[in-house]
Nanobody, 124 residues
Framework: QVQLVESGGALVQPGGSLRLSCAASGRTFSVYAMGWFRQAPGKEREFVAAISRSGGNIFYADSVKGRFTISRDNAKNTVYLQMNSLKLEDTAVYYC?????????????????WGQGTQVTVSS
């Protein structure tokens, strides 16, 4: 089992940047592929980005491609989401999740463990 804690959410202006972190504890972090999802009010949870155990395979949602970067540091048991050129529509609660299989990285049902989420608000 693994416990996940997100941090780094904040209020930011359009065009700004944020870096989210997700710290893992418990079972060995490096056995898990990791994903970031987000959920805006009244909307379903949607895929943002995913990274394989070693970091060699990465996937992004089209809506964030070129603006967001996912990375991980297995020595620090942490996965990051660097978000640049933020838009109003990026406003959401952002969740990290851990998956043992990396079989379908964009599907939330694939993931075994979830953090509690961190709020990102993009507003002028």
């Amino acid at each position: 089992q693994v416990q996940l804690v997100e941090s780094g959410g904040a209020l930011v202006q359009p065009g700004g940047s944020l870096r989210l972190s997700c710290a893992a504890s418990g079972r060995t972090f490096s056995v898990y592929a990791m994903g970031w999802f987000r959920q805006a009010p009244g909307k379903e949870r949607e895929f943002v980005a995913a990274i394989s155990r070693s970091g060699g395979n990465i996937f992004y949602a089209d809506s964030v491609k070129g603006r967001f970067t996912i990375s991980r540091d297995n020595a620090k048991n942490t996965v990051y989401l660097q978000m640049n050129s933020l838009k109003l529509e990026d406003t959401a609660v952002y969740y990290c999740a851990a998956d043992l299989t990396f079989s379908r990285p964009s599907y939330p049902t694939t993931y075994d463990y979830w953090g509690q989420g961190t709020q990102v608000t993009v507003s002028s």
